[in-house]
Nanobody, 124 residues
Framework: QVQLVESGGGLVQAGGSLRLSCAAS????????MGWFRQAPGKEREFVAA????????YYADSVKGRFTISRDNAKNTMYLQMNNLKPEDTAVYYC?????????????????WGQGTQVTVSS
């Protein structure tokens, strides 16, 4: 049974930074691509970033490109999302996910396991 636990969310002022972590267990972590999604109140869950098994390939939503950095440490079974220059529109619950099935990295329908989410709130 795969378990994903996010941490690192919180309240930050616009322009500030946060680092999210996603600790995984229950599966050989290094086999699977992983991603971050977010969901704001009243909105659909949206893609934020994804990373290949090795970490060599990364993918970002246009809205976060240049501000967020996704990374992973397979030895620690942990994925990270470094978020810099945060904006109020980044406010959402952030979820990490593991991708086992095929399909592109950008659709939440292509991810198989999800964490419980961590709240990120950016004040103006």
């Amino acid at each position: 049974q795969v378990q994903l636990v996010e941490s690192g969310g919180g309240l930050v002022q616009a322009g500030g930074s946060l680092r999210l972590s996603c600790a995984a267990s229950g599966r050989t972590f290094s086999r699977d691509p992983m991603g971050w999604f977010r969901q704001a109140p009243g909105k659909e869950r949206e893609f934020v970033a994804a990373i290949s098994t090795s970490g060599y390939n990364t993918y970002y939503a246009d809205s976060v490109k240049g501000r967020f950095t996704i990374s992973r440490d397979n030895a620690k079974n942990t994925m990270y999302l470094q978020m810099n220059n945060l904006k109020p529109e980044d406010t959402a619950v952030y979820y990490c996910a593991v991708k086992i099935r095929g399909g592109n990295y950008y659709s939440y329908n292509n991810y198989d396991y999800w964490g419980q989410g961590t709240q990120v709130t950016v004040s103006s």
